[in-house]
């Protein structure tokens, strides 16, 4: 079982940076797939970004560039540090984990473990 905590999120304006941390417990991440998907208002959740135990690195097409996903495995915690935010990014952002999932799904439904996750808003 792997509980996941998200933290960071905020208010900011277009333009600014944010930085989403995920800490796990219940398990190490050193071999577990962690990604961050976000749902904004009226959306439907999305992928955002992901990196596997390798640190091979995936992202979505409207966060590439702007968007860096890392991991620290022995603090057992994953975080997204955005730059260069716009009001599109605005949404609930989650953290998701599950040891068996490739790096390259997209799909949320194939991650067993959540966050409760972490609001951002970005005003123009």
């Known amino acids: 079982q792997v509980q996941l905590a998200e933290s960071g999120g905020g208010f900011v304006q277009a333009g600014d940076s944010l930085r989403l941390s995920c800490v796990a417990s219940g398990r190490t991440l050193s071999s577990v797939t962690m990604g961050w998907f976000r749902q904004g208002p009226a959306k439907e959740r999305e992928f955002v970004a992901a990196?596997?135990?390798?640190?091979?690195?995936t992202y979505a097409d409207s966060v590439k560039g702007r968007f860096t996903i890392s991991r620290d495995n022995a603090k057992n915690t994953v975080v997204l540090q955005m730059n260069s935010l716009k009001p599109d990014d605005t949404a609930v952002y989650y953290c998701?984990?599950?040891?068996?999932?490739?790096?390259?799904?997209?799909?949320?439904?194939?991650?067993?473990?959540w966050g409760q996750g972490t609001r951002v808003t970005v005003s123009s």
């Open positions: 990196t596997d135990w390798t640190g091979y690195r």
């Open positions: 998701a984990a599950d040891p068996r999932v490739n790096v390259r799904v997209v799909d949320g439904a194939q991650y067993d473990y």
